[in-house]
C-alpha cells in the first residue's frame, strides 16, 4: 500500500436534526473546495453512524498515516478538551502505527468577531 500524506476529519457535534447535519457537511464540503489537494472526511461525536472511529478507519484503510482530527466547534468545551483527547487514546491503541493530530476549535481566531459583528449589523442597520 502506499503511504499517502495527512487527511484530515472535520469533526461536528452529530445532531438528530437532519437540517443541522445538512449544514455540517454543506461546510465540509465547502473547506473540501477550499483546500482541493487534501483528503478530508466528515465525521460527528453524536447521533451518527458516520462516527470518528469509522472515519478513522476508512482513512488507514486508504492508506493515511497521518490524520488531523479538526473540531468544527466554536471554543472549547467539553468534547474538544475531554471526549476528543479521549478517543485519540483509545484510537491510538487501535492504531498503534496512526499519527493523529488534534486541531484547535474555531476560537480564539478573531475573525469569529468579525463575522458577529457582520451578522449584527444585518439585524441593526
Same mark, same amino acid.
Not at 453512524?49 to 467539553?78: M, N
Not at 471526549?83 to 483509545?90: G, R, S, Y
Given at each position: 500500500? #502506499?503511504?499517502?500524506?495527512?487527511?484530515?476529519? #472535520?469533526?461536528?457535534?452529530?445532531?438528530? &436534526?437532519?437540517?443541522?447535519?445538512?449544514?455540517?457537511?454543506?461546510? #465540509?464540503?465547502?473547506?473540501?473546495?477550499?483546500?482541493? =489537494?487534501?483528503?478530508?472526511?466528515?465525521?460527528?461525536?453524536? *447521533?451518527?453512524?458516520? /462516527?470518528?472511529?469509522?472515519?478513522?478507519?476508512?482513512?488507514?484503510?486508504?492508506?493515511?498515516?497521518?490524520?488531523?482530527?479538526?473540531?468544527? *466547534?466554536?471554543?472549547?468545551?467539553?468534547?474538544? $478538551?475531554? &471526549?476528543?483527547?479521549?478517543?485519540?487514546?483509545?484510537?491510538?491503541? =487501535?492504531?498503534?502505527?496512526? $499519527?493523529?493530530?488534534?486541531?484547535?476549535?474555531?476560537?480564539? /481566531?478573531? =475573525?469569529?468577531? /468579525?463575522?458577529?459583528?457582520?451578522?449584527?449589523?444585518?439585524?441593526?442597520?
Amino acid at each position: 500500500m #502506499v503511504e499517502k500524506q495527512k487527511a484530515v476529519i #472535520v469533526v461536528g457535534h452529530g445532531s438528530r &436534526d437532519k437540517k443541522a447535519k445538512s449544514a455540517f457537511l454543506e461546510v #465540509v464540503a465547502l473547506i473540501k473546495k477550499k483546500l482541493k =489537494r487534501v483528503r478530508i472526511e466528515p465525521a460527528f461525536l453524536q *447521533f451518527s453512524s458516520q /462516527d470518528v472511529p469509522k472515519a478513522l478507519e476508512k482513512l488507514v484503510r486508504e492508506g493515511y498515516k497521518e490524520i488531523v482530527l479538526f473540531p468544527l *466547534f466554536l471554543f472549547q468545551g467539553i468534547h474538544v $478538551n475531554q &471526549d476528543i483527547p479521549d478517543l485519540i487514546k483509545k484510537e491510538k491503541e =487501535r492504531f498503534p502505527g496512526l $499519527n493523529i493530530i488534534p486541531a484547535s476549535p474555531l476560537w480564539p /481566531d478573531e =475573525r469569529i468577531a /468579525d463575522i458577529a459583528v457582520h451578522r449584527i449589523k444585518e439585524r441593526s442597520a
